[in-house]
């Protein structure tokens, strides 16, 4: 069997599609058809080349954020990760790394710290993987005993692609940042994990949540679903405004949590000061590299707990689609996704969703890729 695989060459080269055959089934593993992947901040940051990691630059088959149907079950599997019954033709969501479940992190409880978890297509080079597996392609396979969630009824497929990085991972950024009912939230960035870590805030109780962008529109829908206050950065143009400005609205303090998710290295020093002494700062955007100076007793006086995160514990999904089903007409979370593009256009799919179109005020929060 093959299937159609989107492979990139590195940044800004226009994606090829190919046909490549598709892994056989293993014993306890399942197939996924995919029906839908999302273009995420990390995969512009590929496309446009500004992470630096040896990755990008070489030919490899992209897509992390992505959900499907499975195709087809190993021997041995017939449930969920919850025991609930699988099939075939099931919608279901998977972490999109594999924790391996042998190791010192994994024996702790920090899956998303396994040292083994990556995927295929990042471990082996394409040459030595040449597969149909990935997320801007026709299959996904999961490993044996890989963590799978059936999906409940009613959410469509395009805003399902989106629950297995973005709003998982705030999520689980902020169950780490173990939020109390009434807290104050501060959110840098309400892109595609803004806007859902503004949600999962308002409903993790906080008395307040203040959304932080440059684009009116982002910060419309921000305030549709969950944040009580907006910082516009062409309003608030320098640091020292956004800190003064979040400090105002909380009364002087601070926020108890601040949440990175802008994907730019500075922004980090501007949220530590507007989380109060004593505050939680979750940094997930910042994985592109940059720099920036920080005093040395920054942190220690101000005795901040700073978490650094990247990939989440897998339970978190289930949350997730609980979540999204619970609050469907309470927030318009599915209107996060504003664009969709068949597999054939994956290239004008990355341009549209580039950063530059976006600030000509084009409306873009998330791309799905249609699959
Ligand atoms: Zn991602
Ligand atoms: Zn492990």
Redesign the pocket.
């Known amino acids: 069997m093959k299937g159609r695989t989107a492979i990139s060459e590195g940044p800004k080269i226009p994606f090829a599609i190919e046909e490549l055959p598709v892994p056989e089934v293993q014993p306890g593993s399942v197939l996924i058809k995919n029906s839908g992947a999302a273009i995420c901040g990390s995969d512009l940051h590929g496309w446009r080349g500004d992470s630096d990691g040896p990755v990008v630059r070489r030919k490899r088959i992209p897509g992390h954020e992505f959900t499907g149907r499975v195709h087809s079950l190993g021997k041995d599997v017939a449930t969920d990760s919850l025991r609930r019954s699988l099939k075939e033709g099931d919608r279901v969501v998977f972490p999109f790394f594999f924790?391996?479940?042998?190791?010192y992190?994994?024996l702790r409880d920090q899956l998303h710290v396994?040292?083994?978890?990556f995927r295929n297509n990042i471990v082996y080079k394409f040459e030595d993987y040449p597969y149909c597996d990935g997320g801007f392609a026709d299959y996904f396979m999961l490993k044996p005993g890989h963590f799978v969630f059936k999906v409940p009824d009613g959410i469509p497929d395009r805003v399902l692609a989106t629950v297995n990085c973005s709003m998982a991972q705030v999520m689980f950024g902020l169950h780490l940042a173990q939020p109390r009912q009434g807290d104050a939230v501060v959110v840098q960035g309400a892109g595609g994990l803004g806007i859902y870590a503004i949600a999962c805030a308002a409903e993790a109780g906080a008395s307040q949540v203040i959304a932080i962008d440059g684009q009116k529109a982002r910060l419309d829908l921000a305030k549709k679903c969950g944040a009580t206050a907006t910082v516009d950065l062409t309003e608030f143009t320098t640091p020292q405004a956004r800190v003064d400005r979040v400090r105002e609205l909380t009364g002087g303090i601070g926020a108890d949590i601040g949440i990175e998710v802008v994907g730019v290295a500075a922004a980090a020093l501007e949220g530590l000061d507007m989380v109060r002494m004593g505050g939680t700062y979750v940094d997930i955007g910042n994985i592109s590299g940059g720099s920036y100076t920080l005093t040395g007793n920054k942190v220690i006086s101000r005795q901040t707990k700073w978490i650094g995160l990247q990939h989440y514990n897998p339970w978190i999904l289930e949350s997730c689609l609980q979540m999204l089903v619970r609050t469907k007409d309470k927030y318009p979370l599915w209107d996060l996704v504003s664009h969709t593009f068949p597999l054939e256009k994956m290239t004008e799919a990355f341009e549209t969703a580039e950063w530059v179109g976006k600030q000509k005020g084009s409306p873009a929060t998330r791309i799905v890729v249609t699959i």
């Open positions: 924790p391996c479940m042998r190791c992190h994994c396994c040292q083994h978890r």
